[in-house]
């Protein structure tokens, strides 16, 4: 699933970056070992040590799934680390700069390019282009999303989409029609103040500081979250975005500041349409079975509102190798086991998001009991029938640092300590310092 956001202190960001300075230099101290022998010790086996995060079920899977690629490899085995999402780039980060990082390990879009950049991710294009890493059956879109100034340092391991999440039986409870995939923004915003007038509960959660509903807003007004490493949208785009949700609070589509900034600080399970303090979150499609384990009500799924062309296949994560592992070789074969394999697909079903590849997802798809999860795929096929011809390049470094500078800012609009176009100037200005934007 998609990784829950994590509250990042100042100080936790400055030590990420440096221990990511250090880093840099690792790949090269290693690189003269990475050009020899790639099978193994001395008695012909390899041990390769990887790292992920996630909580007991998906390392349940993981394990199962390594298991199997022992089974049918057996002089590899592994050194499996595996923590939950809190502090997992601290360690990862940690482990890079001491000299001592896995040969293989998950990454997401908020540090995909980070990692590139500083040369620590094995460029993966050339096994790609020989076979030994097949992305055949890959959407091509998604397989793009694992690209970092032209070199493939991903391979996505699972594919998502925003998600819109309603609670349905409060809906029905009230006699109120349920939200529609390609309703507009402002047919949203009144839709949301009607279940609030109605159903005494705020109809939305406010998503002026959650980034990938401003994301979709920029792309379906032509414009994006990032050009390259620029940013890719300016004050009056961000004016609008902001006045649009000063607009919704004001005719009660949304809840209360204290509430809304519960919202924004709270992990997945925790989410307003899951607690009962709102009629929609706005969230990663993956989450709908998470969310539902906390609530008794039904809940529904839609794309977010306006064009859905603007939405596209995202990599929830990806597993990434290391650049100066001395079994890149191998390594590379395991991710592709993890991504391809039939049967290691039907151990880790969609833990990770749908599978990327589109025959193992057919496959796992009919496999499937959890409704939510049913319902989940459904959409998201469907939904993958609209999406545009083009996604987004995947952000570049300084992107959580976007994240939270959007969360903070928006918050002192939600507050009223800015306005709208007050507020646009300061999230233009951090965003700009936080990739390195002129």
């Known amino acids: 699933m998609e990784p829950i956001t994590r509250a990042v202190t100042p100080a936790q960001r400055t030590t990420r970056r440096r221990l990511l300075a250090a880093a840099l230099t690792v790949p090269l101290l290693l690189g003269a070992a990475a050009c020899g022998d790639d099978g193994g010790g001395s008695d012909g086996k390899t041990e390769l040590s990887i790292f992920w995060w996630g909580a007991e079920k998906r390392a349940e899977l ?3 799934a390594l298991a199997l690629y022992t089974q049918k490899h057996p002089d590899v085995t592994f050194k499996k680390t ?5 502090g997992y780039f601290d360690k990862l980060a940690t482990l890079t700069a001491g000299g001592n990082p896995p040969d293989i390990f998950q990454i997401d879009d908020n540090y995909i390019s980070e990692y590139a950049g500083r040369g620590v991710t094995l460029d993966l294009t050339s096994y790609k282009d ?6 055949t059956k890959f959407p091509e879109s998604l397989l793009k999303y694992g690209e970092v100034d032209g070199k493939l340092a991903g391979v996505p391991l699972g594919e998502n989409t925003q998600g819109l999440v309603y609670d349905k039986t409060l809906l029905t409870k009230n006699n109120l029609p349920e939200p529609k995939t390609g309703m507009s923004w402002e047919e949203f915003v009144d839709w949301a103040a009607d279940v609030t007038k109605k159903a005494k509960l705020p109809g939305t959660q406010d998503a002026s500081a959650v980034y990938q509903a401003l994301w979709v807003f920029l792309r379906q007004n032509g414009k994006d979250l990032y050009a390259g490493k620029q940013l890719g949208f300016d004050e009056a785009d961000i004016t609008k975005w902001f006045a649009l949700w000063k607009g919704a609070r004001e005719k009660g589509a949304t809840p209360t500041p204290d509430v809304i900034h519960e919202g924004n600080a709270s992990d997945v399970s925790k989410q307003l349409v899951a607690t009962g303090k709102a009629g929609t979150s ?17 809940l529904g799924l839609i794309a977010y509102p306006g ?20 079994h890149k070789d191998i390594a590379v074969d395991v991710i592709n086991f993890l991504a ?7 151990i880790l079903g969609t833990d990770r998001g749908l599978p990327p590849n589109l025959d193992v997802r057919k496959q796992v798809a009919a496999t499937v009991e959890d409704p939510n ?20 390049t995947v952000p570049p470094q300084g992107h959580s640092k976007v994240r939270s500078e959007l ?20 999230f233009v200005t951090a965003a700009k310092a936080a990739i390195g934007a002129s």
């Not at 391809?340 to 039907?346: H, I, Q, V």
């Open 62 to 64: 993981t394990d199962q």
């Open 82 to 86: 595996w923590q939950g999402n809190q």
């Open 130 to 135: 020989s076979g030994k890493l097949d992305v």
């Open 282 to 298: 706005w969230v990663w499609a993956n989450q709908m079975p998470e969310l539902k384990k906390s609530t008794d009500n039904e």
């Open 307 to 326: 064009n859905p062309s603007a939405q596209w296949a995202r990599a929830s994560m990806y597993m990434s190798a290391f650049r100066g592992s001395e």
């Open 340 to 346: 391809n394999d039939p049967e290691a697909g039907k």
């Open 373 to 392: 999860m049913k319902q989940t795929i459904a959409v998201m096929d469907e939904l993958g029938k609209r999406y545009g011809p083009t996604a987004p």
């Open 407 to 426: 969360v903070r800012v928006a918050e002192e609009v939600i507050y009223g300590r800015q306005t709208p176009e007050q507020g646009a100037a300061a």
